[in-house]
């Protein structure tokens, strides 16, 4: 058991006439105490939040009854963005040409080269429920590069897109892009 001595020598009259009074030692029991330490300790962990984990939220297309018909967009209102190595990016509106000649680059930057003016212009010439942004990784690209890409929809506040697989012939046209070094449009 614990106690505490309070019994204190100090402050006493010393002299003639002066009576020395008896001191009782007084005793206290600290053992309740450190149950009741251990009870609020208990209590605490269990009533705290731990941090809760930051997640994007994410809104998933309705089930059609026909899956041909589900993923439909207008091509006028479509805009892919690839992501490439050593972080590029390209993009082109519509569909892909052939020939590759809508086929553009652009980087992360606010700047008129950036992948963000791109996104507000399109966005601005296109009607909200057409809109339909389309990411695609590609094998090179890091994964701060895709979060990058999911941040600038978020920050534009694009309401419909996809994070969709990267297709050879785009690969390809990346590839070739990055190995040329070609930085405009």
Same mark, same amino acid.
């Given at each position: 058991m614990a106690e505490m001595d309070t019994s204190s020598g100090g402050g006493h009259k010393k002299g003639p006439g002066v009576k020395k009074s008896k001191k009782m030692s007084t005793r206290? %029991? *600290?053992? #309740? @105490? /450190?149950? *009741? +330490?251990?009870l609020l300790i208990t209590f605490f962990i269990f009533t705290t939040t731990m941090s809760q984990p930051t997640a994007m939220k994410l809104f998933l297309p309705k089930d059609a009854d026909k899956p041909d018909e589900q993923n439909k967009i207008k091509e006028s209102g479509a805009l892919t963005i690839l992501l490439g190595g050593n972080n590029t990016v390209f993009y082109y509106e519509g569909e892909l040409a052939p020939n590759g000649t809508n086929f553009k680059s652009a980087n992360y930057s606010n +700047? %008129?080269? +950036?992948?963000?003016?791109?996104?507000?212009r399109k966005k601005a010439s296109? #009607?909200?429920? %057409?809109? @339909?942004v389309v990411i695609k990784p590609s094998p090179q690209c890091t994964y701060k590069n895709v979060v990058d890409a999911l941040d600038e929809m978020s920050i534009n506040v694009i309401k419909r897109y996809a994070l /969709? %697989?990267?297709s050879p012939v785009e690969? &390809? *046209? /990346? &590839?070739?892009?990055e190995a040329a070094g070609s930085t405009g449009n």
């Open positions: 206290v %029991d *600290l053992t #309740p @105490m /450190v149950d *009741l +330490g251990f +700047g %008129d080269e +950036g992948i963000r003016a791109e996104i507000l296109t #009607p909200e429920k %057409d809109l @339909m /969709v %697989d990267i690969e &390809q *046209l /990346v &590839q070739k892009s």
